[in-house]
């Protein structure tokens, strides 16, 4: 739909939210996981992360000026599967979703923790396969800033501009075969529908094509505007007054969309011990850090990774007593035989 692409292609993108996502995991498996949401204070409770609105959470505002506050969230996990409960509620609603996988791995000496936190595709109209309209080197070069893009070998100005377009192409189809398959399921459900399923079938492309060259299509009003005018103001009214909830499934997506696009996403992983394997490129102590946008992980998600090594203490302490007892064995055996 229209007004999703016009902030990606027309507008500079200015984050609407700055979001700050720390992972601290603990030697004994714990993870204590830390959200800071910057911006302002409305926004902030409208964001699509499930842990602003989970109670369970210890939460904080901080005012940093007349405009902008932070909102501060913070949880400790017993392990990765409650961690995954919490961040990835099964629901249908639309959100930014994050899953972890953590595998402590004992060696007597040291213990491995092998950590991948999962990034999970938030693109919210997925009827459509994005693979069937475009590229993986065109997804990921959309994804990039201007300036990540032009040093990239793959680009050029043709090759990106059809992108761009088969990209708006796929929004817009996406999002009205999102609305259109909730329709068709209005209708099967609406007793005694003066719209037959086989007529909106025949004059789907008629509605897309009004949709888009007769309104601004800008909005779901625009849409419905594109059903009255093809199907019938009064039928297809009936429909939706009749299946409200279709209305506050489908806005939900693309407010979620539409309020996404925007925001910055500054991921950090803290791992105890020493770092052994990791694929951020920003490393500063323990501190591993990803600095996403929503199209980095919009189509295909975004893995961060990170191994560490701790010593294991204990096991040095017990290999240095049974050392300590086998001398001790040893030199009270010479010290018996000399005697003899």
């Excluded at 996990?77 to 409960?85: Q, S, W």
Aim: include cysteine.
């Amino acid at each position: 739909m229209r007004y999703l692409i016009i902030p990606l292609l027309l507008l500079p993108l200015q984050g609407c939210l700055d979001i700050y996502l720390t992972t601290e995991i603990l030697p004994n498996g714990q993870i204590v996981k830390t959200i800071v949401i910057e911006g302002d204070s409305t926004s902030i409770l409208d964001s699509y992360l499930p842990a602003a609105t989970n109670e369970t959470w210890e939460s904080e505002w901080i005012k940093v000026d007349d405009e902008k506050h932070k909102f501060v969230l913070t949880k400790t996990f017993k392990n990765d599967k409650e961690f995954n409960l919490d961040m990835n509620p099964q629901d249908s609603m639309a959100a930014v979703r994050v899953t972890a996988d953590l595998k402590r791995k004992f060696r007597w000496f040291f213990t491995y923790l092998d950590y991948k936190e999962n990034l999970l595709p938030s693109n919210p109209f997925t009827i459509l396969n994005w693979k069937d309209y475009l590229s993986t080197d065109e997804v990921e070069l959309i994804a990039m800033d201007e300036e990540e893009r032009e040093l990239d070998p793959r680009y050029n100005d043709d090759f990106y501009d059809q992108a761009e377009e088969k990209f708006e192409d796929y929004l817009f189809r996406s999002g009205f075969e999102e609305f259109y398959v909730l329709f068709i399921k209005a209708i099967t459900e609406t007793d005694g529908s003066m719209i037959k399923v086989s007529e909106v079938e025949e004059k789907k492309e008629d509605i897309y094509q009004f949709a888009q060259n007769e309104t601004y299509f800008g909005e779901l009003d625009d849409l419905i505007e594109a059903y009255e005018a093809i199907l019938g103001a009064d039928r297809v009214r009936t429909i939706n007054t009749n299946n409200p909830d279709i209305i506050i499934y489908f806005n939900n997506k693309s407010d979620f969309f539409n309020e996404c696009i925007d925001d910055n996403y500054y991921f950090t992983i803290k791992m105890p011990g020493l770092l052994v394997e990791t694929n951020s490129n920003k490393i500063e102590g323990s501190n591993l850090s990803w600095d996403v946008d929503f199209f980095d992980f919009y189509f295909k998600g975004l893995i961060m990774q990170a191994q560490s090594r701790i010593v294991n203490i204990w096991a040095f302490i017990v290999a240095g007593g049974v050392i300590l007892i086998l001398l001790l064995s040893l030199i009270w055996n010479i010290f018996r035989q000399k005697n003899q």
